[in-house]
């Protein structure tokens, strides 16, 4: 059910994509560049199988990409055309995120894994989240406002690592050491909606998104994905 939602949404933004930037001739505003950069930080839940295994965790995350048209030549007298409030762009994102394992998922991993005795020693574990996907955008500008939206589909990588207690002490093992690590490598969708405020170049933006992941990451969906940071 939730790949199904997941295939809705992404069907409907591709489309509201497709649909949402008039192929006209025009200007854009001053502000728009044929760049975008971004990037912020923020806070994501965690739902589907994994929900049970993680709770909330801090997100970072940096995007470059380009728009899909240039500015017109006013050689060619665009500059009498009238203002492009919308337009379409393509962009690169890459999120990462660590999360504490919850106390109640270390043991049941170790009692469904009894041929491993390295598991014996785990006492508590953490798991690290990166994500990178590319994809089509809108944007819609006006005045120092702009609304923007994009979909895209990429890489996931869920890496979980199991610590155990410190045995040499804290000058030779400053941290738990780690007993067990294991990853998973898959495709995976993003989504996400935000706008951006303020003058002309840097603006302050906020964003509200998921990624959900495929194959071996079925199971893992970061929603929702609160974040803010700046955007050029």
Same mark, same amino acid.
């Given at each position: 059910m939730r790949s199904k939602a997941v295939l809705g949404v992404s069907t409907a933004t591709l489309a509201f994509l497709a649909v949402g930037t008039p192929l006209c001739r025009a200007q854009y505003p001053d502000d728009v560049h044929p760049i975008i950069l971004d $990037? @912020? %930080? !923020?806070?994501?839940?965690?739902?589907?199988?994994?929900?049970?295994?993680?709770?909330?965790?801090?997100?970072?995350? $940096? @995007? %470059? !990409?380009?728009?899909?048209?240039?500015?017109p030549d006013i050689s060619n007298g665009d500059s009498q055309a009238p203002t492009r409030h919308w337009n379409a762009f393509f962009k690169g994102n890459f999120m990462y995120g660590q999360a504490d394992l919850k106390p109640t998922a270390v043991q049941p991993i170790i009692s469904a894994n009894p041929q491993n005795p390295s598991l014996l020693a785990a006492t508590a574990g953490s798991g690290k989240f990166y994500c990178a996907t590319l994809g089509p955008g809108a944007q819609y500008s006006r005045g120092r406002v702009s609304l923007f939206g994009q979909a895209g589909f990429g890489w996931l990588r869920r890496s979980i690592d199991l610590t155990g207690a410190t045995t040499e002490g804290t000058v030779l093992q400053p941290n738990n050491p780690s007993v067990f690590v294991q990853s998973g490598n898959s495709g995976a969708f993003r989504g996400s909606i935000g706008v951006a405020a303020g003058t002309k170049g840097v603006r302050a933006?906020?964003?509200?998104?998921?990624?959900?992941?495929?194959a071996i990451n079925h199971g893992t969906m970061l929603a929702p994905?609160?974040?803010?940071?700046?955007?050029?």
């Open positions: $990037a @912020g %930080a !923020g806070k994501t839940s965690v739902q589907g199988a994994d929900k049970r295994n993680f709770g909330s965790f801090v997100i970072y995350q $940096a @995007g %470059a !990409g380009i728009l899909f048209k240039s500015r933006f906020v964003e509200a998104g998921l990624v959900q992941g495929f994905m609160l974040s803010g940071g700046v955007r050029w």
